[in-house]
């Protein structure tokens, strides 16, 4: 059984920065893209960024470019978001992802459909 399980939300002011964890079982980790995706009120989910199976390949919506970093630590599992000079349109709750199929790559990861996902955890960022 697959388990994501995000980590690391909270109250912020603009300008601040915080480091999201996403920890993974129940599959293979280092063949597994994974991704981090988010939810405004009243939005529909979107994507954010993901991290190929190495680490080698990043993808970025253009809202976060030169502020979140995605990476991975294959031997714990884990990926991490660090999210620098956030913004108030940050605000939202962010949920970590990876793909039904270990075939999916990074650059797919935007449009991908089959997905699990973790329980979120909420980010706010204040004015």
């Known amino acids: 059984q697959v388990q994501l399980v995000e980590s690391g939300g909270g109250l912020v002011q603009a300008g601040s920065s915080l480091r999201l964890s996403c920890a993974a079982s129940g599959l293979t980790f280092w063949t597994y893209t994974i991704g981090w995706f988010r939810q405004a009120p009243g939005k529909e989910r979107e994507f954010v960024t993901a991290i190929g199976r190495s680490g080698g390949t990043t993808y970025y919506a253009d809202s976060v470019k030169g502020r979140f970093t995605i990476s991975r630590d294959n031997a714990k599992n884990t990926v991490s978001l660090q999210m620098n000079n956030l913004k108030p349109e940050d605000t939202a709750v962010y949920y970590c992802?990876?793909?039904?199929?270990?075939?999916?790559?990074?650059?797919?990861?935007?449009?991908?459909?089959?997905?699990?996902w973790g329980q979120g955890t909420q980010v706010t960022v204040s004015s």
């Open positions: 992802a990876a793909p039904k199929s270990m075939l999916t790559s990074a650059q797919a990861m935007g449009v991908a459909t089959s997905l699990y």
